[in-house]
């Protein structure tokens, strides 16, 4: 990081004490901490009021007034000129400002539509010719859904050919057209969460010559710049996440008057929530492999596989599960998922061994708070309860938590269940039959039949990971798991399994 001083030029104090007035324009954003500190934004300008103070200054924007610090301003270097030629100038600035933006947005979107179109045509229409080297399945795994990314972003391009002005930049109105194609964008994920095995796939292919001189061949046929095929497939994972850059640096040199400031404004955010979609999708797919570990420690398994229908851990936790018609009291390791809650019984000798005992279907179920006391159905005195009901009413479970605020972490789990399951339904989000088998393949890798399936964590408190309808509003959260048996080690495979659910702090 490197620091530097700007020039600053002093005021004379008889510039001010004469009356005359002195106006400095501001460089940074100033945000203020105190009620007497002046707030203003970069460009503002300030009539310096008091300069006694060589590090804080006393100035006026309109109706307020207060301090601010002398650095983040630099004087107006001809004080005579009228203010309202001043102002002229900045605006003037602003406005080239905005332009040199606007310009930069469609150039860069023209360059990537030229180069979306060489890989397309340049690479894949040659690798379809050669079915000798590339079968259909190879060409998804290496290029994705870099076709549906070119289709998507010519109709993208064309809407901000609509709105550009190429007269006068500065005037066009693109942010519109972002929110037009928000949804869109989305499909960046699919090409983003493949992109690692592309690299591994097209890696192994380069280690042979035949494929090198294939590529290279395909290159200077379609007349691309010197850059390996890798290098090209990285550009649509770099696109992505320019965008919500380029918006920033468009909303900074947007007057707020300026008709297309609302729409850049709500464009930024709704890019930053396309990334933030991504990076969701990208811990989800990172997860099953995690799950279908899970599954394979798991003693008597029955039924299909967890990854069937579930992708995600939303919670797990000991409660006790009280059986009709006696009312039997049991001792059951509960993990929730989406669409299913699967249970557990602990081996009686060994701790580190979980047996499967069965499963809940919580898209046929509704949760019901039990208050403490006579529960008519079973009629047992519960404390710290809660129902588990199909809606058809065949089916009924009594759970039983230790502690209310545990019974409290657990309603709040199932209200983010169903959160997430209409999360997924509302931006079609769902993994594919290839990554389920290749995932419960990469499992029984680690877990042959034979070898001993020690779960090695009898009690697993996952923390909740707070869960909404809408985008995170925030980055990934760290990813932290609680052991809650300290006289046990951790193994490498539970320190996995931990980061299934990321811990708020």
């Known amino acids: 990081v490197c620091l530097f001083v ?11 004490s ?6 400095a324009e501001a460089l940074w954003d100033h945000v203020t901490m ?27 924007i309109l109706d307020s007034e207060g301090w601010f610090p002398a650095s983040f301003v630099r004087l107006r270097v001809n004080q005579d000129e009228p203010m309202e030629e001043y102002l002229a100038q900045l605006e003037e600035a602003g406005e080239q400002m905005r332009a040199n933006v606007i310009n930069e947005i469609m150039i860069t979107e023209r360059d990537y539509i030229k180069h979306l179109k060489d890989i397309c045509e340049g690479y894949i229409k040659q690798c379809r010719k050669r079915i000798d080297m590339f079968t259909e399945e190879q060409l998804l795994c290496i290029f994705g859904n870099i076709e549906d990314i070119y289709r998507f972003q010519k109709r993208f391009l064309k809407g901000l050919e609509k709105r550009f002005n190429k007269e006068q930049p500065h005037l ?22 493949n992109h690692p095995n592309a690299c591994v796939q097209l890696s192994r292919r ?9 590529f290279e061949a395909c290159r200077l046929l379609q007349k691309m710049i010197d850059i390996s095929l890798d290098g090209f497939l990285l550009t649509p994972v770099q696109k992505i996440c320019k965008y919500p850059l380029q918006l920033a640096e468009l909303l900074k040199y947007t007057n707020p008057q300026h008709r297309d400031y609302k729409d850049v404004e709500a464009a930024l955010n709704a890019m930053k929530n396309v990334a933030r979609l991504i990076n969701e999708r990208k811990r989800r797919l990172e997860n099953i492999d995690k799950i279908a570990q899970w599954q394979r420690s798991i003693e008597d398994w029955e039924g299909e596989d967890i990854l069937s229908r579930s992708s995600d851990l939303i919670f797990s936790g000991e409660l006790t599960k009280i059986s009709q018609p006696q009312a039997k009291s049991q001792q059951r390791m509960f993990f929730l998922f989406d669409h299913q809650m699967v249970h557990c019984k602990k081996d009686l000798l060994r701790r580190d061994m979980l047996y499967y005992k069965g499963r809940m279907d919580m898209d046929q179920m509704e949760v019901v708070d039990v208050e403490d006391g006579k529960e008519k159905d079973f009629n047992v005195s519960v404390k710290n309860a809660l129902k588990l009901r199909s809606l058809a009413g065949d089916e009924v479970h009594l759970l039983c938590a230790k502690k209310p605020e545990q019974k409290q972490r657990w309603l709040r789990a199932f209200q983010d269940e169903r959160r997430q399951v209409q999360h997924d339904r509302e931006t079609g989000f769902s993994i594919t039959e290839v990554q389920k088998k290749q995932a419960m393949l990469n499992a029984c890798k680690s877990h042959p039949a034979g070898k001993p399936k020690a779960v090695t964590r009898p009690y697993c408190d996952f923390l909740l990971r707070q869960k909404q309808p809408s985008l995170p509003s925030s980055v990934p959260q760290q990813q932290v798991f609680m052991l809650a048996e300290p006289k046990r080690k951790a193994t490498t495979f539970w320190q996995n399994i931990g980061r299934l659910t990321p811990f708020k702090k």
Not at 6 to 16: A, E, G, T
Not at 34 to 60: C, H, M, P, S, Y
Not at 172 to 191: D, N
């Open 206 to 214: 380069m280690k042979t010559n035949k494929y090198v001189f294939f």
């Open 18 to 23: 004469d009356g005359s007035c002195v106006y």
């Open 6 to 16: 700007c020039p600053r030029l002093s005021v004379p104090p008889q510039l001010i």
């Open 34 to 60: 105190d009620d007497q500190e002046l707030g203003f934004k970069a460009g503002d300008v300030i009539e310096v009021v008091d300069a006694t103070n060589k590090e804080w200054w006393w100035g006026r």
């Open 172 to 193: 066009s109105e693109i942010g519109s057209c972002f929110l037009e194609h928000q949804t869109g964008f989305q499909i960046y994920s699919e090409y983003c969460n």
